[in-house]
């Protein structure tokens, strides 16, 4: 009987912690996507990054999507996304376009998301 008190206590922390790991990504509205890779590109959190991009995207995002980052991709995504402006955004059904402005690159740029899975992520700009 110890043995499965001490199984259940485990899998109950871990289910725990995973939540609670979860819990830091927010991917409910396009605004709140683009913040969540604001905040992982800062933290150069491979898993929020990957988090934040559909599937579905384009190649030159897979290693984003699969978590194959360097630490000089790391880098240089944090330094694109550093004091960015979302500019507007537009949702129609499961599509969305938030406009956003890169201060760095001093460049406006257009981004295309989708809605999968009740979550908003990238699609591809």
């Not at 897979?62 to 630490?71: A, F, G, P």
């Not at 330094?79 to 406006?108: H, L, P, V």
């Amino acid at each position: 009987m110890k043995k499965l008190t001490k199984l259940f206590f485990m899998i109950t922390i871990t289910s725990i912690l995973i939540s609670c790991e979860n819990s830091k990504y927010d991917l409910s509205s396009p605004e709140s996507c683009i913040n969540t890779l604001v905040k992982a590109s800062s933290e150069k959190d491979k898993n929020g990054l990957s988090l934040c991009f559909s599937k579905q995207s384009p190649g030159e995002f897979q290693s984003i999507v699969n978590k194959n980052l360097t630490d000089n991709d790391l880098d240089e995504i944090k330094e694109m996304f550093e004091n960015i402006t979302i500019k507007s955004t537009t949702i129609e059904g499961n599509n969305a376009t938030i406009s956003i402005k890169f201060s760095k690159i001093d460049r406006d740029e257009e981004i295309k998301m989708v809605k999968e899975n009740e979550n908003w992520v990238i699609l591809d700009f």
